[in-house]
């Protein structure tokens, strides 16, 4: 008995132990952090580095394994060590490269990031941690990279890279990775990067699929060579529509460390004029030829007509970040706030609600009393979901007054596929395909709902 | 008269969701009067293949800017892009470029 009581008393402690340990690393943490916040913007690193002329003994321990072979060696070894690299994005792709980077001993390592750590971020941007949740992501990413390899130079630009500081960062580094999340970013780190005469290594990641290559090398073609037209704005998918796999980012995060040290320890690229397709789900790596350089390319071609940098925003038709964007396809009174939705909710009001998100949402989260049809099956006018459609506003307007239109809430994650859905719906009641309904949409949908109204409903 | 040709048709990068979320089509073009190039398999793909949306695949009578096409896995810029004419057996990929990181 006397042991058994022992143990509860043990475990106990160990709890009560491990509690205050997390709470110090927690405050540690953000201490540490608090002090980088504190010291002055620095745009520039304040000098190149120097050459280097020999290893520490040191340094021949930590890189032994990479030092005998013989395709880099020590004086592989040495570029990698004045070599400087500038990340553009710490998050899915910008985490395991700059991981692999510092690890392997590149000298300097610029973080450029002007967004702050989400939960939703931590299942791929690996050198982020749940403490510093709110924080700038190029702070942390520099804070746990020193911790991995103290004589690792990193310097983090908590901010945008913009038209106005891109030439200028981008002439400092050696190496540029494109590790960004949108359209406008890309077409400026590829127009500064040719304007700057550096070579640009470049990936992407969405579901389970990624794409890298090697832009601006050696005569190679550049990103506007390949891609002279930005794609409709409404064509692109960010991670948090399509969604992504870790894994994914992280595989293409290290090929591109890989393509970034062979080209600073001067062992060149592999993908320059070529593209690697990776398809996760079937587990396909795929190379393709791409297009040489563009004689007529507008900013690496013979006679550019960009040889400044521009609005890129404005050429691209959308913003510079990944945010999901904010359609407005209705007019004020087609739409309700969740406010409002749950005033009448908590009324008793006869109405319909409809939620269109597609059916892999819905089985994370619901409001229970929500009728399910995807956009799509509204879109494709389903014969099935209009039928049940038909008869859920049917069975609803029994008990309501004759002949008055039932209203009808369309809600979706954010507001947008929504007020799409109100749309057709409102399409398919002039066409009498659909009983007399007054219909709105619920503005922000569930993510409003989880933040305004019932903190326990799942964000996602 | 060109014969029939049989010709692999694939899309990636999310193009594939146009497409009932189909990656790779095994096809069989008719023969016909001219011969088959890129510009008139893609008319083709828009009636035979393509279920949804077509403003985010074809735009005029070429691929929306943001899709590349490779022929053979060869970027079709070195092939004559819309003029180069499909032998049988070419493989045919539609790959939307991805921007998440």
Same mark, same amino acid.
């Given at each position: 008995?006397?042991?058994?009581?022992?143990?509860?008393? &043990?475990?106990?402690?160990?709890?009560?132990?491990?509690?205050?340990? $997390?709470?110090?690393?927690?405050?540690?943490?953000?201490?540490?952090?608090?002090?980088?916040?504190?010291?002055?913007?620095?745009l520039v690193?304040?000098?190149?580095?120097?050459?280097?002329?020999?290893?520490?003994?040191?340094?021949?321990?930590?890189? $032994?394994?990479?030092?005998?072979?013989?395709?880099?060696?020590?004086?592989?070894?040495?570029?990698?060590?004045?070599?400087?690299?500038l990340?553009v994005?710490?998050?899915?792709?910008?985490?395991?490269?700059?991981?692999?980077?510092?690890?392997?001993?590149?000298?300097?390592?610029g #973080?450029v990031?002007?967004?702050?750590?989400?939960?939703?971020?931590?299942?791929?941007?690996? !050198?982020?941690?749940?403490?510093?949740?709110?924080?700038?992501?190029?702070?942390?990413?520099?804070?746990?990279?020193?911790?991995?390899?103290?004589?690792?130079?990193?310097?983090?630009y908590?901010q945008a890279l913009t038209p106005a500081t891109a030439l200028d960062l981008v002439r400092r580094y050696?190496?540029v990775?494109d590790?960004?999340?949108?359209?406008?970013t890309?077409y400026l780190v590829n127009d500064a990067c040719v304007l700057a005469g550096r070579?640009l290594? $470049?990936?992407?990641?969405?579901?389970?699929?990624?794409?890298?290559?090697?832009?601006h090398?050696?005569?190679?073609?550049c990103?506007?060579?390949?891609?002279?037209?930005?794609?409709?704005?409404?064509?692109?998918?960010?991670?948090?529509?399509?969604?992504? &796999?870790?894994?994914?980012?992280?595989?293409?995060?290290? &090929?591109?460390?890989?393509?970034?040290?062979?080209?600073?320890?001067?062992?060149?690229?592999?993908?320059?004029?070529?593209?690697?397709?990776?398809?996760?789900?079937?587990?396909?790596?795929?190379?393709?030829? #791409?297009?040489?350089?563009?004689?007529?390319?507008?900013v690496c071609?013979?006679?550019p007509?960009v040889t400044d940098l521009q609005d890129y925003?404005?050429?691209?038709?959308?913003?510079?970040?990944?945010?999901?964007?904010?359609?407005?396809?209705?007019?004020?009174?087609?739409?309700?706030?969740?406010?409002?939705?749950?005033?009448?909710?908590?009324?008793?009001? $006869?109405?319909?609600? !409809?939620?269109?998100?597609?059916?892999?949402?819905?089985?994370?989260?619901?409001?229970?009393?929500?009728?399910?049809?995807?956009?799509?099956?509204?879109?494709?006018?389903?014969?099935?979901?209009?039928?049940?459609?038909?008869?859920?506003?049917?069975?609803?307007?029994?008990?309501?007054?004759?002949?008055?239109?039932?209203?009808?809430?369309?809600?979706?994650?954010?507001?947008?596929?929504?007020?799409?859905?109100?749309?057709?719906?409102?399409?398919?009641?002039?066409?009498?395909?659909?009983?007399?309904?007054?219909?709105?949409?619920?503005?922000?949908?569930?993510?409003?709902?989880?933040?305004?109204?019932?903190?326990?409903?799942?964000?996602? | 008269?060109?014969?029939?040709?049989?010709? *692999?048709? *694939?899309?990636?990068?999310?193009?594939?969701?146009?497409? @009932?979320?189909?990656?790779?089509?095994?096809?069989?073009?008719?023969?016909?009067?001219?011969?088959?190039?890129?510009?008139?398999?893609?008319?083709?793909?828009?009636?035979?293949?393509?279920? *949804?949306?077509?403003?985010?695949?074809?735009?005029?009578?070429?691929?929306?800017?943001?899709?590349?096409?490779?022929?053979? @896995?060869?970027?079709?810029?070195?092939?004559?892009?819309?003029?180069?004419?499909?032998?049988?057996?070419?493989?045919?990929?539609?790959?939307?470029?991805?921007?998440?990181?």
């Amino acid at each position: 008995m006397a042991a058994n009581e022992e143990v509860l008393a &043990l475990r106990a402690e160990v709890t009560q132990r491990e509690e205050e340990l $997390s709470s110090l690393k927690q405050r540690l943490a953000a201490a540490l952090l608090a002090e980088e916040e504190s010291e002055p913007e620095r745009l520039v690193p304040v000098s190149p580095l120097p050459p280097k002329a020999a290893l520490s003994r040191d340094e021949i321990l930590r890189y $032994s394994r990479q030092l005998v072979l013989p395709e880099l060696g020590v004086h592989g070894q040495l570029r990698l060590a004045t070599a400087s690299v500038l990340v553009v994005g710490c998050g899915g792709l910008g985490c395991p490269l700059a991981q692999y980077l510092a690890a392997a001993g590149v000298g300097r390592i610029g #973080l450029v990031d002007y967004d702050v750590i989400e939960m939703s971020n931590l299942a791929r941007q690996v !050198l982020h941690d749940e403490a510093l949740a709110g924080r700038a992501k190029a702070l942390s990413a520099a804070a746990s990279l020193r911790r991995l390899n103290s004589a690792v130079e990193c310097v983090p630009y908590a901010q945008a890279l913009t038209p106005a500081t891109a030439l200028d960062l981008v002439r400092r580094y050696d190496v540029v990775a494109d590790c960004s999340d949108n359209v406008p970013t890309r077409y400026l780190v590829n127009d500064a990067c040719v304007l700057a005469g550096r070579p640009l290594v $470049s990936a992407s990641a969405l579901r389970f699929e990624g794409q890298i290559t090697v832009y601006h090398y050696d005569g190679g073609p550049c990103y506007r060579c390949v891609f002279p037209q930005p794609p409709p704005a409404e064509t692109v998918t960010n991670c948090a529509d399509g969604g992504v &796999l870790g894994v994914v980012t992280g595989v293409l995060g290290c &090929l591109q460390a890989l393509e970034v040290l062979k080209i600073a320890a001067g062992l060149g690229p592999s993908y320059s004029g070529s593209l690697l397709l990776f398809d996760a789900l079937r587990g396909h790596f795929r190379c393709i030829q #791409l297009r040489k350089r563009r004689p007529d390319c507008a900013v690496c071609g013979e006679r550019p007509t960009v040889t400044d940098l521009q609005d890129y925003e404005a050429f691209c038709g959308s913003s510079a970040t990944d945010k999901c964007r904010s359609l407005h396809l209705l007019s004020p009174k087609e739409r309700v706030s969740v406010t409002d939705y749950k005033r009448l909710l908590d009324s008793g009001a $006869s109405h319909l609600l !409809l939620d269109v998100r597609p059916q892999v949402e819905v089985d994370i989260c619901r409001l229970p009393h929500a009728l399910h049809i995807p956009l799509k099956h509204l879109e494709q006018r389903d014969a099935e979901s209009l039928k049940l459609l038909g008869e859920a506003v049917r069975e609803r307007k029994q008990g309501t007054q004759e002949g008055a239109a039932l209203p009808v809430y369309v809600i979706c994650k954010l507001g947008n596929d929504s007020q799409k859905a109100v749309k057709i719906l409102q399409s398919l009641t002039a066409a009498q395909e659909l009983d007399s309904v007054t219909v709105q949409d619920v503005m922000g949908g569930l993510m409003a709902w989880a933040a305004k109204i019932d903190e326990t409903f799942p964000l996602y | 008269m060109a014969a029939p040709l049989s010709v *692999e048709v *694939e899309f990636g990068g999310g193009a594939e969701l146009l497409f @009932d979320g189909v990656k790779k089509h095994q096809v069989i073009l008719p023969g016909q009067e001219e011969p088959w190039d890129i510009r008139n398999l893609l008319v083709w793909i828009k009636k035979n293949l393509l279920k *949804e949306r077509p403003e985010l695949f074809i735009q005029g009578d070429s691929v929306r800017p943001g899709i590349l096409v490779l022929i053979n @896995d060869a970027d079709w810029e070195l092939l004559g892009e819309l003029d180069y004419q499909l032998q049988d057996q070419d493989s045919v990929l539609f790959i939307s470029t991805l921007h998440g990181g």
